[in-house]
C-alpha cells in the first residue's frame, strides 16, 4: 500500500516554518563578517521579520501580477529608516534581504516532500518579488524619507 503524500501550499509552509526560516537567517548573519560592525542582540535585529513573513504569507494567499505596483509596507518603510539610525550600509540592507531569500529558499526546500509543486514556481516567483519589493521600501526610506515609497504617514497594507 502506497503512502499519500501530505501536499501543502508555499503560503502554508512559511506560515508554519517561520520562526525556523527565522532562526535560519540570523545564523546566517551572525555568521558574516559584515554584520560585526553594528552590535545588535538577536531580538533586535529580528524585529522585522515576523512582519515581512505575514506580508508575505498574504501576497502568496491573495496573489497579484508579478511586477506590478507591490502594497505599501510600514514596516519595511521602518525597517529601513531603522537600519539607517542602527549603523547599516546599504550594500548591508541588501545582503540581509538576500540572505532572507535564501533562508526562505532553504526551509521550501527542508520542506519539498510537503511542497504543491504545481504552485512552487509561481509561489518562489512571488516569494523574490514581494522580499524585494520591501528591500525597495526599506532601501527608500534609508535614503530619504522624502522618497516616494517613503511617505511619512504610511497606509497599512489591505488584505483581502
Known amino acids: 500500500m502506497t503512502q499519500r ?22 545564523l546566517r548573519v551572525e555568521h558574516n563578517p559584515q554584520f560585526i560592525d553594528v552590535p545588535l542582540d538577536g531580538e533586535v535585529r529580528c524585529a ?8 508575505l504569507v498574504s501576497r502568496l494567499r491573495y496573489p497579484f501580477p508579478l511586477g506590478s505596483r507591490a502594497l505599501t509596507s510600514p514596516s519595511a518603510a521602518e525597517h529601513g529608516r531603522l537600519r539607517q539610525k542602527q549603523g547599516y550600509t546599504a550594500a548591508m540592507l541588501v545582503e540581509e534581504s538576500r540572505m532572507l531569500q535564501a533562508s526562505i529558499f532553504q526551509t521550501l526546500q527542508n520542506n519539498v516532500q510537503r511542497v504543491d509543486l504545481g504552485l512552487l514556481l509561481v509561489g518562489v516567483m512571488a516569494i523574490a518579488d514581494e522580499v524585494d519589493s520591501q528591500l525597495a521600501q526599506a532601501m527608500a526610506c534609508y535614503v530619504s524619507e522624502k522618497s516616494i515609497l517613503c511617505p511619512s504617514k504610511l497606509v497599512a497594507r489591505s488584505v483581502i
Do not use: G, K, M, Y
Open 5 to 26: 503524500r501530505v501536499v501543502d501550499n508555499v503560503a502554508s509552509i512559511l506560515e508554519q516554518e517561520t520562526q525556523s526560516s527565522i532562526r535560519d537567517w540570523l
Open 48 to 55: 522585522h521579520l515576523p512582519h515581512l513573513f505575514r506580508d
